[in-house]
């Protein structure tokens, strides 16, 4: 399994993301991928991709989500491929907290390109905006995405779990989603068929003239706390920062709270 092959660095992002594989008992165990059958012709793909025996079975049942959801599995047996994709970094039960980029070399936009097929979203916002997210309790992965999005795109994100179900949720909109998209989605890649779909209608969008382009943001640093902290003022921090009233005022706030911690000097 060729990581700088894209095909395979595709289904290795996938697998890590949307993949299960259990350990049974003595050397037995499988590797599964369980989805939606609309999508099942990425399960034929992996078939043909796999060389050994593998199986894809449908089947129909009720659901949190849906009265009834029809869903596609594929599943591989062989101890050989198990070992493989496990040495490589898919660990044996629960992995969603642990799993992370490839260490060897692999096809970095093929393999993220797997994990938003599925972990992730694009299309557009209820606003008619394009957008490109991942879902993910990984923050390896969740982090690396924002590292290769920031060379693609220029645009900075930085990830925190969300208090609802702790995970992160990575977005990027407008001509940032389009950038990825356009560079993940490439003419014949490997991918999810409605995704790829997807990738190719938000190309489309035009900026509304008149629309303003936000400016890049500025982090602060401990540097520009220690100041904001002893000025004790945000009109005047405003001024020794060149920042707005509004941001030092809440940065100010949030110190104040608790929520950012200004180490001594």
């Known amino acids: 399994m060729d990581l700088q092959d894209p095909r395979y660095a595709y289904m290795f992002g996938f697998l890590q993301a949307d993949g ?52 596609a599995t594929w599943t591989v047996c062989s101890l050989e491929a198990r070992t493989i994709v496990n040495q490589l970094g898919i660990p044996y039960g629960r992995k969603s907290l642990s799993v992370e980029p490839p260490r060897t070399d692999f096809s970095r936009p093929d393999y993220l390109r797997g994990v938003i097929d599925a972990d992730g979203s694009l299309g557009w916002t209820a606003q008619g905006f394009p957008f490109l997210s991942l879902t993910s309790a990984s923050t390896a992965i969740a982090a690396y995405l924002c590292h290769y999005g920031k060379k693609i795109t220029g645009t900075e994100r930085t990830i925190s779990r969300n208090t609802r179900d702790g995970v992160y949720n990575v977005c990027y909109y407008k001509e940032a989603a389009q950038r990825l998209a356009a560079h993940f989605y490439y003419d014949g890649c490997l991918a999810l068929a409605h995704k790829q779909a997807n990738a190719t209608a938000i190309q489309t969008w035009v900026r509304p003239a008149g629309m303003r382009i936000a400016p890049p943001r500025r982090r602060w640093t401990v540097q520009d706390d220690r100041e904001l902290v002893r000025l004790d003022d945000a009109a ?28 001594p000097q």
Not at 24 to 43: C, M, P, S, V
Not at 241 to 257: G, K, P, V, Y
């Open 20 to 71: 299960h594989l259990a350990q049974g008992a003595g050397q037995k165990g499988r590797l599964t991928a369980e989805i939606n059958a609309r999508d099942i012709h990425i399960l034929r793909e992996f078939q043909q991709l796999t060389p050994y025996y593998s199986s894809i079975t449908e089947r129909t049942r009720s659901t949190n989500f849906a009265e009834i959801h029809h869903s």
């Open 236 to 263: 005047a921090a405003a001024a020794a920062l060149d920042r707005t009233e509004q941001s030092c005022a809440m940065r100010l706030w949030r110190i104040r709270n608790g929520q950012v911690v200004v180490p």
